[in-house]
């Protein structure tokens, strides 16, 4: 089973920006996802890419503010977050083990097999 570890994470002003990085341990053909969990709320969907990297798809929360890239050759997903905002608060996990891509899915924790420990951000209004 691969082993995920997210760093990157931090505190921020609003409006400021941050790159969250994700290491897996060895090359995934899956799709691998980024999802948050603020305090007292559910896991919630916040970014996906299929095992390319030539698909991505968003929450509508954060659509034009963050972007989802992988970097196969170093078995890495990021995720560059712009225009933070104070609802942006959370711990931001990487997931990976995702389904074969289909435009328009409705992504759920559910979908990935394997997860990583979390990284916090933290956005200051």
């Known amino acids: 089973q691969v082993e995920l570890v997210e760093s990157g994470g931090g505190l921020v002003q609003a409006g400021g920006s941050l790159r969250l990085s994700c290491a897996a341990s060895?090359?995934?053909?899956?799709?691998m996802g980024w999802f948050r969990q603020a305090p007292g709320k559910e896991r919630e969907f916040v970014a996906a890419?299929?095992?390319?990297?030539?698909?991505?798809a968003y929450a509508d929360s954060v659509k034009g503010r963050f972007t989802i890239s992988r970097d196969n050759a170093r078995n890495a997903v990021l995720l560059q977050m712009n225009s933070l905002k104070p609802e942006d608060t959370a711990v931001y996990y990487c997931?990976?083990?995702?389904?074969?891509?289909?435009?328009?899915?409705?992504?759920?924790?559910?979908?990935?097999?394997?997860w990583g420990q979390g990284t916090q951000v933290t956005v200051s209004s």
């Open positions: 997931a990976e083990g995702g389904p074969v891509w289909q435009y328009g899915r409705r992504w759920s924790h559910s979908d990935f097999a394997s």
């Open positions: 060895l090359r995934t053909f899956t799709s």
């Open positions: 890419i299929n095992w390319s990297g030539g698909s991505t």
